[in-house]
């Protein structure tokens, strides 16, 4: 059996449902990768890489064709849409450990061709430096989250701002914290309503759902003309 007869690219995903299919790269080999890679090289086709730690990176055949950020374990492999309008979504991290998270996200959606605006260590340890630029945050429609320890800046939020905020609990704390499980019911559990929630560490996942919120939005407006 090759290593192409392993996967089935989904490559109709964005006709369906408005979303690229990106390649998963924790617990593949770069073998693996580069197999997926070869087979939308053969269709003309791009892919957005994720959890692609640097140790694998290294080890690709592709990788000098590969637009690589070690921080977020991303890349682009293809052309990114050029980054153009305005910045409708905001990516605030509690705190300095949260950011390759965020920037998952922030990445995720600049393969997308969107502009965001990323704020970091604005936590609730010092509550001063998210109010010195809530202003800021209040300008997004949409707000992507990522706090560890105990999470409780996305509940902040839920009560300041008026736009959509999606929660990404992260893997960020001590002992109890238990590699953000604490952080996961403590967004499920928040006070603050309408907060909608990803999965633990998913920076990924938050953007997708930041896109479905636009693409929504969009098709409401022309659908009213």
């Known amino acids: 059996m090759s290593l192409q007869d392993e996967f089935t690219l989904d490559f109709a995903r964005t006709e369906r ?3 690229e299919e990106a390649v998963f790269a924790a ?3 770069a073998a693996q990768i580069d197999a997926i890679l070869a087979a939308a090289d053969e269709r003309g086709a791009r892919f957005l890489v994720t959890r692609l730690d640097p140790e694998r990176y290294a080890a690709l055949s592709y990788r000098d064709r590969l637009d690589y950020c070690p921080v977020s374990r991303t890349a682009f492999f293809g052309a990114a849409r050029p980054v153009a309008g305005p910045s409708r979504i905001a990516i605030v991290a509690a705190g300095t450990s ?12 600049a393969y997308q061709g969107h502009a965001t605006t990323l704020i970091a260590d604005v936590g609730v340890a010092g509550l ?4 010195r630029r809530i202003e800021e945050i209040r300008a997004h429609p949409i707000v992507i989250c990522a706090a560890g320890m105990d ?14 905020v999606i929660a990404v609990p992260t893997s960020v704390g001590y002992g109890v914290a238990e590699g953000g499980r604490a952080a996961l019911d403590a967004v499920l559990a928040s006070c603050a309503p309408g907060i909608a929630v990803v999965n633990i560490d998913n920076g990924y996942g938050a953007a997708c759902a930041a896109l479905r ?12 003309r």
Do not use: Q
Request: a positive charge; proline letters at 4%; hydrophobic letters at 50%.
């Open 27 to 29: 617990g593949k080999s």
């Open 128 to 131: 001063w430096r998210l109010t």
């Open 17 to 19: 449902i408005g979303l």
């Open 98 to 109: 949260d950011v390759p998270v965020a920037r998952e996200a922030e990445r995720t959606l």
């Open 151 to 164: 999470a409780a800046l996305p509940s902040v939020l839920g009560g300041l701002v008026a736009g959509a």
């Open 213 to 224: 919120l636009l693409h929504a939005a969009n098709r409401l407006a022309e659908a009213s």
